[in-house]
């Protein structure tokens, strides 16, 4: 009989004026997976509860001959304080890399100053809630080891854990490490082919980045002299292969996609290049022994792309800088993000060559903070695995930026991100917005875990900051 009763216009009205949206967390558990539009909501509270829980100043020792004796690392830490007064930064220090294992199970680091140590996450994780000082009992240590060398990557061997892969812009070796050995000899080292200059002295290539393929025996490593040398750990020490960039400029930071199919590099003149060994000339050569070096398959300006920005280019001048670091999104295969010498950030999008996102923070003398290049630190960014945000070390400021980096318009990094975009955003309760997030140190390399997404940064005081949701306990006052 309902349907016959006719309702007061009122009543209706009222009915209409509060009806309930929907549940999203009903929706979820229904349905039985997350929605990308409702994990992309999500985010914004994970980036709200981020904060720093721990830091671990690297105040090590090293044993001679019985004796323990501060690291070059702890020297130079000490050196530093020391010049504070007199505004003089102490070039050898700062962690230069931070990485975790496939699991997250061990975190491995090292420094400018020589010191390559790997620490028990676990171990190092548990240590926030034990003491305010966040004193590190250094006999926890996987391995400590001081190489008197500046160092400048690291990687862990996907095919054995036990090993972790080092690189040094002021040498031509790869030091491979067993961390089963508490040795501070490498079980292997490669090295990359000399440069003979019209004088007939040779000249030693550096390396600054490492990547290893996940399922061969094959180790890149970019060098100083434009070049991604490609060594087979079974033939020889010598690099089999040499991919060129068509450059003599530093190579910062290289890449390889999930299938191991594509290698990107990037580095001083602002250019990413790209070489296919998919198939083709390409793959031909890059599996043949005869010929040495082969040019890239692709590369692309990062200035230019920036220039087709029109809100871009309409309110800053746009020249070409220095690429400190690139990296391949885990969760989105074809975003590429690069992170530049004055702090800007983006995403290039690898099957269609554009820049999707960009983050272009204040500039450094603003803030009165600017260094100039010789003594700035190549920062390396790190993204999150199980979402789209990127996390990067301020180059002006004590603290980390965690920007939102979705593959979508409604992400406040996307280039065509819209204000009405944002008010539809505000009328759902969603609010997505890149955070800042101060820190007690500056930062220049970030790591996160592979399942937590904990976030481990090495700082220019060579230190390790853990950043977290802080611990909190609720005591209620009721029986």
Not at 91 to 119: E, M
Request: glycine share 6%.
């Amino acid at each position: 009989m309902d349907k016959y009763v006719i309702r007061p216009k009122s009543e209706i009205e009222c009915a209409h004026r509060f009806r309930r949206r929907r549940w999203k967390r009903g929706s979820v558990e229904l349905n039985g997976r997350f929605e990308p539009n409702y994990r992309h909501q999500m985010i914004d509270l994970l980036t709200r509860s981020y904060s720093e829980v721990g830091a671990f100043p690297h105040l090590y020792h090293v044993h001679v001959n019985g004796n323990g004796e501060p690291c070059q690392s702890h020297v130079n830490r000490l050196a530093s304080e020391a010049n504070i007064n007199y505004q003089v930064p102490f070039r050898k220090q700062g962690i230069s890399a931070v990485d975790f294992d496939t699991k997250g199970i061990y975190l491995v680091s090292v420094t400018k100053s020589g010191c390559l140590t790997v620490h028990d996450f676990e171990s190092l994780y548990c240590r926030i809630n034990e003491s305010t000082c966040l004193e590190e009992d250094e006999s926890k240590h996987i391995l400590h080891i001081s190489l008197n060398r500046q160092l400048d990557a690291v990687q862990w061997n996907p095919l054995n854990q036990d090993e972790v892969v080092c690189a040094s812009a002021k040498s031509n070796e790869l030091l491979i490490f067993d961390v089963g050995y508490v040795s501070s000899e490498p079980v292997q080292v490669l090295r990359t082919r000399h440069t003979t200059t019209v004088h007939g002295s040779n000249i030693h290539r550096g390396l600054f980045d490492v990547a290893l393929m996940p399922n061969d025996s094959r180790i890149l490593a970019a060098d100083t002299h434009g070049i991604i040398n490609v060594w087979d750990r079974r033939v020889k020490a010598l690099p089999c292969l040499e991919l060129s960039s068509s450059s003599f400029g530093t190579l910062n930071s290289i890449q390889l996609n999930a299938e191991n199919q594509i290698i990107f590099g990037a580095g001083k003149h602002g250019i990413v290049y790209a070489w296919d060994i998919r198939g083709g000339r390409a793959s031909a050569t890059f599996q043949s022994h005869k010929e040495i070096c082969h040019p890239p398959v692709t590369s692309v300006k990062l200035a230019s792309l920036l220039e087709k920005i029109e809100s871009l280019r309409a309110q800053s001048d746009i020249i070409p800088k220095e690429i400190h670091s690139i990296n391949l999104n885990p969760s989105c295969p074809y975003q590429l993000a690069f992170h530049l010498d004055d702090g800007w950030s983006g995403v290039l999008d690898i099957y269609n060559l554009k820049v999707t996102h960009i983050h272009c923070p204040p500039p450094a003398w603003l803030n009165d903070s600017y260094v100039s290049d010789e003594l700035s630190h190549i920062r390396k960014p790190s993204w999150l695995s199980t979402c789209s945000i990127y996390v990067v070390g301020s180059s002006s400021d004590c603290g980390i930026h965690l920007l939102d980096f979705y593959p979508n318009t409604s992400s406040p990094s996307h280039v065509d991100y819209k204000e009405d975009v944002k008010e539809i955003s505000r009328v759902n309760n969603q609010n997505n917005q890149n955070r800042f997030l101060p820190l007690s140190e500056g930062v220049t390399a970030c790591a996160a875990h592979p399942l937590y997404n904990t976030i481990i940064a090495g700082t220019k005081q060579t230190s390790l900051l853990v950043i977290s949701q802080r611990h909190e306990s609720y005591h209620g006052g009721g029986d």
